[in-house]
């Protein structure tokens, strides 16, 4: 061959997924979909580029845009305006506020799509991953109920992605915040507050005391009220009893612990078990961007893993592309990091290279029209199915249905056909059991595994 | 607000669509995705960026080429050897290259994903669209049995999505090859002709004879004989006889002869009506990369759509990336232009926007409880369900689930609670139906359309 060969390589911080791997990750990601739509999301999908104006109007992230140009383009025409979306949050404000008119609010969206970082990759952190995110966006209001049901989303989704055990963390922003206007802090500290509160699961609350009376200069005993009151943390009731023991009178106070309640109270209509919804008053998701209620994931065996779907309650999704004010409540699935994690932990442990669930061999091309024939049958009945078409023995055949992890093998020969049978061999027992030609579907359809 | 508003806009060549058009893309998405599996194809993924070096194997395309690179950072880190794959042949190629001797041969994979061209925008061309492509790929032999299935996959994908008549067309490369080499023709023009040849439907025969006899300076009769070979078309077994008797001795017409045989004869099996499936000499595809059979697949009512689903049998798909052979055969939905263009056409019509098949009105907050048990076990029975949270009139409910085409309304107040009763209305007819609490799962069930 004269062509030069070029050697393929992976990128790095660019995760690919073999086929027995991306049946897995295709199997969260149904459940996930499944998940939002019982709760009556339904789905968007924005373009993979926005202007570049667009996603530099958040700021702090611009380091990490990839911007789009041609390479084998005359050089004045090599720039384009466009860039990778970073995250789905900007091409929600940009789609809800570009469509406005032709929406219909409360708006609840989901939208799963990659999204792309130029960041040095390094374990855990990809270039591109997966979101799976959803919003409930309000035209002028959103009532806090809707902070209530989020739970139960998310309770069901980890639920039956079986994957362990894990915590649902929920805060209200507005009670710290609250708390601190009270004792007369000044509105713009209190972001750079509970940004450090949101470090105590790391740093720790001594590390997080210290830096709160020697960096900002906070009030050695307002300090240690307001980690006394982070600290607070368990079930619904419990933590909602203590913060109204503190006898607080102050409105914005009274409003966090008023959506936290409601939150609380509606657990058990939405079978949401008390167990597996902390109260927690630390939680603060740092970002100023939310304004209530907030909620963090944990899987209780691999904490290390950090929140695996977090969000919040934010006043205003799209302040830089309308007048109207949207605000919302939303949560957000790092699928690809999640997924990642899992595979390499083993918890997640790819079973077949298929989705095939039959394969037919073929003994004698004669036969070809019944074999084709019964893939046919087979396929209207909804059973994926392989007709082996390369000219090998049965043996082989059988090989790369095991290979392949096909569960069922149906087998035909000259004697098979003469008595108008098929022989059905179960792949994972090695059973093999005859079956009259009219009885193939209904047999097939037994052995199949659930 | 302080905040600098950025307008707004739509991307040119970057479609996006609204709730109730996706929800008609992705049932579209989902009726190719199960034809696939049925089929024994299993979903790989590759990134969306490539190294530019190997997309740049392909050479014709280069132009179209999107490159990453970074426009926040310091000048000597923004380049990166990054681009976006233009189609999924390349990431194919490279991925199987990559990943061989962990993948099961004959690999079946499907691959859904976005692709993007740079491409000036126009009418029914974009710079980002998904490509839904399938391909069987052997390791260094793939039999000619493989090509004969394709045609039951692309109609049972049609078929499903309702969107009116369509005709698959197929031929085989090596008999006009074949045919070509028996008379004489040099191996280095026979590209350039089965070129010219692919552009009888949209210039005409008489064209197509002046350029092959003018500019290729092929010999007049030859040509004519050509021409009346390219034209045969028609059912299977009539094409095929006409070749026959033709009564041309050559290897490789031979076996693109028998080739085609194979395909015609197990149609029937496979349950693509012959009238479904016409055998057009006059298909080359243009590309020389393909080798044997060629598809490609016409909405009768609308041909100036083009050719909505298309490919063939290749050689070898990766020798830019391995020294092994790999053969294989493949079709590609180009599903984002024909959904703008059946949308347009209003073949495609949105329905509702959302999933949502219930809304449950909330009519006294005092029975919250009720109202979220309620849709718990509506979901636990797999019915998509919303609860109205907002504090409006049960008028302004009914009317958002009008607005969003939501089914089904459930009613209960103080009254119906009183009487362990709901009301169900169905939203199309108008009718109100009560149901005790107990039969509210059956009877919704029985009052959702089908």
């Known amino acids: 061959m004269a062509e030069k060969i070029i050697q393929p390589r992976a990128i790095s911080g660019f995760p690919e997924w073999l086929p027995e791997e991306e049946r897995e990750f295709q199997r969260l990601l149904g459940i996930i979909k499944n998940g939002f739509e019982m709760f009556g999301f ?20 611009n380091k990490q845009i990839y911007g789009l140009y041609r390479p084998n383009v005359p ?12 995250d789905l949050t900007v091409p929600l404000a940009r789609y809800v506020s570009m ?10 969206r989901y939208q799963i799509q990659k999204v792309w970082r130029g960041e040095r990759p390094q374990k855990g952190r990809f270039r591109e991953f997966y979101q799976c ?35 649902i963390k929920v805060s209200n922003r507005k009670v710290l915040q609250g708390f601190l206007e009270c004792k007369g ?13 949101d470090r105590i699961p790391k740093t720790g609350v001594e590390s997080v005391k210290k830096e709160l009376v020697e960096d900002l200069k906070m009030d050695t005993k307002i300090a240690e009220e307001l980690l006394g009151l982070a600290r607070i943390s368990g079930k619904g009731s419990d933590v909602i009893g203590r913060i109204k023991n503190m006898n607080i009178d102050h409105a914005l106070f009274s409003e966090g612990l008023e959506e936290l309640s409601l939150l609380a109270l509606n657990l058990g209509a939405l079978e949401v078990p008390e167990e597996a919804c902390e109260f927690d008053l630390s939680i603060t998701r740092g970002l100023d961007y939310y ?50 994690y899992l595979l390499e932990a083993g918890v997640i442990q790819p079973k077949s290279r298929t989705n095939s669930q039959v394969l037919i061999c073929v003994l004698d091309r004669k036969h070809l029209e ?10 209207k009945n909804g059973i994926p199915t392989e007709v082996f078409l390369e000219p090998k023995k049965l043996k082989a055949q059988i090989k790369y249905a095991d290979k392949k992890g096909i569960p069922l093998v149906l087998i035909a020969g000259e004697d098979e056909f ?6 059905i061999k179960d792949m994972k027992t090695g059973n093999q059991v005859v079956a009259r030609f009219t009885d193939i579907i209904l047999k097939t359809k037994e052995m199949l595994p659930a």
């Open 42 to 61: 339904t789905p968007i999908e924005t373009a993979a580029a926005e202007l570049l104006g667009i996603l530099e109007s958040k700021g702090e992230i």
């Open 75 to 86: 050089i004045e025409e090599k720039e384009t305006d466009l860039a990778l979306h970073f």
């Open 99 to 108: 469509n406005f008119g032709k929406l219909c609010f409360p708006f609840r």
């Open 133 to 167: 995110d959803i919003d409930i966006v309000g035209n002028e209001t959103l009532d806090p109920l809707n902070d209530a049901e989020i739970p139960a989303i998310i309770y069901g989704i980890f639920q039956r992605m079986q994957i362990g055990d894990f915590i």
């Open 185 to 197: 802090i000044k509105r713009d500290q209190i972001g750079d507050i509970l940004r450090i509160i």
């Open 291 to 340: 304004t209530g209620t907030v909620y963090e994931t944990f899987l209780t065996n691999y904490p290390d893993l950090g929140s695996v779907c977090s969000g919040g309650r934010y006043d205003n999704l799209a302040s830089h592309f309308t007048n109207k004010r949207l605000p919302g409540v939303g949560i957000s699935i790092g699928l690809t990091r999640l997924f990642s």
């Open 370 to 379: 019944d074999y084709f024939s019964m893939a046919t049958e087979l396929r």
């Open 418 to 423: 003469a008595r108008k049978e098929w022989q």
